[in-house]
C-alpha cells in the first residue's frame, strides 16, 4: 500500500492533463454551460475511445482496463481540475462500480459493460446525488416493482440525479437488486442545477420495464464513490490554489503585489497545509479501500473543496464575483460535491460508528 | 566509504557486534563501541559513528538494538537533532572528532544559545556579541529559552562578530563551553509552573578560536542548518491511527460516557479527522523521503502538529471539566514529554507548540515563499549596518 503516484498513474495524468488542456480551458466549459447541451460528447469520446477512460473500472474480460480505483482516482483529479462536463463519474465510476460487483450477474450485465468501455453507451445510477453510503435513504424516492405482459416493470420518482439527462441505461437499486431500464422509458426532467458542470434531473419511471441484473450492495457502491469522490475534490481545491497564487503574485495594490501581504500569504499557507491533507486522504481512500479511509476522505476533502473555492472567489476580488471568470464554475461544483454523497457531517457521523466514538445516550 | 550495504549485511554487522558486545554490561562501554563500530547514525561517515550507508538502514538499526542500553532522547534531542548535523556539516574534521562522540553517547549535553530577549522571530537580529582577542573570542550578551543549559556541557551559540554590517552577514556560530567562567545559567518559571527553559548570561566569556564553527560573518547559514532540523525534529514524528496527544483525548471519551454532549461530540469528530489526515501527510512525506522525492510538505508539519495539540489539549480540559492542576511547583523538568503529566498541564504546555522552533506565523510567511513562491514582505533592514537598526 502507497500514497504516492505510480508512474502508470502519472503518464495516464499527463495524458488526460494534456487532453483536457487542449479541449476543455475553462473559458470553454463556460460557454459550454449557456448551450444546450451543458455535456461535451466529442471530449467524452475523445476520453474514453483514445485514452480509455471510460473502461478503467471494466474488467478486461469485457473490452475494459480491468485498472483499480487508484487509476480512476488519477483521471478524478484531472477532471476536477478542469472542472470537466463528462460523465465519468456518474457512469464510469457509480454506475460501472455497481455493475462489477453485482451477485449473481445475469448475462445481460457483460453486454452492458462492453458498451460502457467501448464509450458507446453512458450508464446512470438512479439515486440521488445526496445520497449518503452508510444509510442509504429510501425515503428520497417512491419505488414499487411490478409485472406487467409477463416482464418487471418498476414505477419510481427519484429526485436529484447527477448524469441522467445523457444517460442511455439507467441502473434501478430495489430491495437489494439492480435493474436495467433504458432511456426512452423513463422521463427525465433536468432541472436548474447549483452546479452547472454537472447538472441533476428529476427521472420518473412509470411502469417502465426493466431487466433485473443482479443482486447489489448500495452501500457499497456509493462508498466506493465517496471515496473516489475525494480525488474529484482535490482536483477542485488544487485548481482554484493555483490560480489564486497565480492571482496575487500579479495583481499590484498600494505598489506591491497583493500576495506579498501577510494577510493574504498565511491564508494560502493555510490552505496549502490543507490540500496537502487532501492528497493524504485522498491517496488513502483508494489505497486502504476501507469505510474509514472513505469517510476521512470525505469528510476533510469536500470542506477544503468548498474552502479552497471560496478563497478563490475572495482573494479575487471583484473579479471573483463576475460571471466571466471561471472561479464560479468551482465553486458550484465544489458546493455540490459536497453534498453529493454524503456531507462531510454524514460521514463523521459514520466514523463516529465506525471508530467506535459513541456520541452522548 | 560503503556504498553497497543492504540490509542484510547491516544485521550481520550487528550481530557480529553484539556477539562481542555484551550489552548488559558498562551502559557507556556500549554506547561508545556502538559508535566506534559505526553503528550508531548508520548515514553518518565512517569513523564518525556512522558508515556512510543511506539513512533509511537507521531504521533497521534501532530495530536490533532495540533491547540495547538506549540513548535518552529527552535530554540529548538538541545535541543529536541540531548540533550533530550543524558539526557535520560545517565542523572541521578535528571538531567532528571531539565533539560527535560524547555527543551521541550522551555523556555531553547540549543547549541552544539563539534566542534573545530582542530577537526572536527576528533571529538575525541578535545582539550578544563576539570580539576577537588573539586566538580567543570574548563573548557578551543573554540569551533565552534555553531548554537543558543547566545540565549543557556545550552550547550551539550565534553571536554578532561585526555590527558594521546588514544583520544577516555579521554573524558568526560557535560552540560555547557551558563551564566557562561568565557563563551564568538561570532557570525560567514558564506559565506550566516549572522551569524547563533557562535565561543564560554570558559575561566576559572567553571562547577559543577552534570553537568556531563555519566561517568568521557566515553563522547565518549555518544556523539555518540548525533550524531546519529543529522543525523537523518538532513536526516530524506521525504515530498510529488514534495515537499521541489524540489517543489520551479518546481514552478518556471511552471511558466516560457521563462527559459526553452533543457539542463537544461533534468537535471531537473533526478533530479526529484532521489528525487522521495530518497522520496520513506524514505517513506520505516519509514515503516521499524514502523514494527519494523529498516534497515541501515537510514545511507544514509543525504547523498542523501545533493546531492539533492544542484544539485536543482544549477539547480535553472541557470534556473533564477539570478544575484541579497536578502541580505548580516551581522546579527544574529533565525532560519535555508534551503527553505527560495531567491534563491543564499538556493543555499549558501545547501553547509553546506553536511558539518553540519558529511561531506559526514564521512558518507560514516559510511556505508562503519558499513553497509557494509568494513575494517577501518589503524588507526595510536590508541594506542597513545592524548598529543603526532601530531596537
Known amino acids: 500500500m502507497t500514497l504516492l503516484y505510480s508512474d502508470v498513474e502519472e503518464e495516464l495524468r499527463s ?89 449473481d450477474p445475469a448475462a445481460r450485465v457483460g453486454e452492458v459493460l462492453r458498451g460502457l468501455a467501448a464509450g458507446d453507451t453512458i450508464a446512470c445510477l438512479a439515486v440521488p446525488f445526496s445520497t449518503a453510503p452508510l444509510n442509504p435513504s429510501p425515503a428520497r424516492t417512491t419505488e414499487v416493482l411490478g409485472m406487467r405482459d409477463g416482464g418487471p416493470v418498476v414505477t419510481a420518482s427519484v429526485a436529484a440525479v447527477a448524469g441522467a439527462d445523457i444517460a442511455d441505461l439507467f441502473l434501478i437499486p430495489l430491495d437489494g437488486a439492480l435493474y436495467l431500464a433504458e432511456s426512452a422509458s423513463a422521463h427525465v426532467e433536468a432541472v436548474p442545477s447549483l452546479d452547472m458542470t454537472r447538472p441533476i434531473a428529476a427521472v420518473v419511471f412509470d411502469a417502465a420495464p426493466v431487466t433485473p441484473l443482479g443482486a ?87 470542506g477544503v473543496a468548498v474552502h479552497a473555492a471560496e478563497e478563490a472567489v475572495q482573494l479575487h476580488g471583484g473579479i471573483g464575483m463576475t460571471w466571466e471568470h471561471p472561479i464560479h464554475l468551482y465553486l458550484k461544483r465544489a458546493k455540490a460535491d459536497e453534498i453529493a454523497l454524503g456531507t462531510p457531517g454524514d460521514h463523521r457521523a459514520a466514523l463516529a460508528s465506525l471508530v467506535g466514538l459513541p456520541g452522548p445516550q | ?14 550481530a557480529d557486534f553484539l556477539a562481542e558486545h555484551d550489552p548488559s554490561g558498562d551502559r557507556l562501554e556500549f554506547l561508545r563501541a556502538r559508535f566506534d563500530a559505526g553503528l550508531a547514525w548508520v548515514h553518518f561517515p565512517e569513523g564518525l559513528g556512522g558508515l556512510g550507508v543511506s539513512r533509511d538502514l537507521q531504521q533497521v538499526v534501532d530495530r536490533e538494538f532495540a ?11 538538541i545535541g543529536l537533532g541540531m548540533a550533530a548535523p550543524t558539526i557535520l556539516a560545517f565542523g572541521t574534521e578535528e571538531q567532528k572528532k571531539r565533539f560527535l562522540r560524547p555527543l551521541w553517547t550522551g555523556e555531553e549535553i547540549w543547549c541552544q544559545l539563539f534566542s534573545e ?18 586566538d580567543e573570542w570574548v563573548v557578551d550578551g543573554q540569551k533565552v529559552w534555553t531548554s537543558g543549559a543547566h545540565h549543557a556541557r556545550w552550547g550551539i551559540l550565534v553571536a554578532r ?25 538561570r532557570p525560567l518559571r514558564q506559565i506550566t509552573g516549572e522551569a524547563e527553559f533557562n535565561e543564560v548570561f554570558l559575561t566576559g566569556v572567553r571562547l577559543g578560536d577552534d570553537l568556531r564553527l563555519g566561517a568568521v560573518g557566515d553563522g547565518w547559514r549555518v544556523a539555518q542548518t540548525t533550524l531546519m532540523n529543529e522543525r523537523v525534529a518538532i ?75 492544542q484544539a485536543l489539549t482544549g477539547l480535553e480540559v472541557e470534556l473533564k471539566r477539570d478544575l484541579t492542576y497536578d502541580d505548580w511547583t516551581f522546579r527544574r523538568s529533565g525532560t519535555v514529554d508534551f503527553l505527560g503529566r495531567g491534563p491543564g498541564y499538556r493543555y499549558l504546555r501545547a501553547k509553546g507548540n506553536s511558539i518553540e522552533g519558529g511561531t506559526s506565523e514564521i512558518l507560514r510567511n516559510i511556505v508562503a515563499e519558499r513553497v509557494l513562491g509568494l513575494p517577501g514582505e518589503p524588507r526595510v533592514d536590508k541594506d542597513v549596518p545592524w548598529k543603526d537598526l532601530p531596537r
Open chain 2, 235 to 309: 513536526g516530524g514524528a506521525p504515530v498510529r491511527r488514534g495515537g499521541g496527544m489524540m489517543g489520551i483525548l479518546l481514552d478518556t471519551w471511552r471511558d466516560h460516557p457521563e462527559l459526553r454532549t452533543h457539542d463537544l461530540h461533534q468537535r471531537l469528530l473533526a478533530l479526529w479527522v484532521e489528525s487522521e489526515v495530518t497522520r496520513l501527510s506524514a505517513v506520505r512525506l516519509r514515503e516521499q523521503l524514502r523514494a527519494g522525492q523529498p516534497g515541501p510538505e515537510g514545511s507544514g508539519m509543525k504547523l498542523s502538529f501545533a493546531k492539533l495539540n
Open chain 2, 117 to 134: 530577549p530582542g530577537a526572536g522571530s527576528d533571529l538575525a537580529t541578535l545582539a550578544t556579541r563576539a570580539v576577537r582577542d588573539g
Open chain 1, 15 to 103: 495524458a488526460v492533463r494534456s487532453l483536457l488542456a487542449d479541449r476543455c480551458p475553462p473559458s470553454a466549459v463556460l460557454k459550454r454551460v449557456e448551450s444546450d447541451q451543458p455535456y461535451d460528447l466529442d471530449l467524452w469520446k475523445t476520453l474514453s475511445r483514445e485514452i480509455g477512460v471510460a473502461g478503467l473500472l471494466v474488467p478486461e474480460e469485457y473490452g475494459g482496463a480491468g485498472a483499480s480505483a487508484r487509476e480512476a482516482a488519477v483521471v478524478l483529479e484531472e477532471l476536477g481540475r478542469a472542472v470537466a462536463p463528462v460523465p465519468f463519474f456518474t457512469s464510469s465510476v457509480l454506475a460501472t462500480r455497481a455493475l462489477v460487483s453485482l451477485r
Open chain 1, 216 to 302: 447489489v450492495d448500495l452501500a457499497e457502491v456509493l462508498r466506493f464513490g465517496a471515496a473516489l469522490l475525494a480525488s474529484e475534490q482535490l482536483g477542485v481545491a488544487e485548481w482554484c490554489l493555483e490560480e489564486t497564487l497565480a492571482y496575487v503574485k500579479q495583481r499590484y495594490q498600494f505598489a506591491r503585489p497583493i500576495g506579498s501581504f501577510q494577510a493574504i500569504k498565511h491564508r494560502l499557507a493555510d490552505l496549502w497545509l490543507d490540500v496537502v491533507r487532501a492528497r493524504a486522504a485522498a491517496r488513502n481512500a483508494v489505497a486502504e479501500d476501507s469505510p474509514v479511509a472513505a469517510s476521512t476522505a470525505q469528510a476533510w476533502n469536500a
Open chain 2, 161 to 185: 562578530t561585526d555590527p558594521d554590517v546588514p544583520k544577516h552577514r555579521g554573524l558568526t556560530y560557535f560552540v560555547c563551553d557551558m563551564t566557562a567562567p561568565g557563563v551564568e545559567v
Open chain 2, 1 to 14: 566509504m560503503i556504498v553497497s550495504m543492504d540490509e542484510a549485511d547491516i544485521k550481520r554487522r550487528i
Open chain 2, 67 to 77: 533491547h540495547t542500553p538506549q540513548l535518552d532522547y529527552g535530554v540529548q534531542a
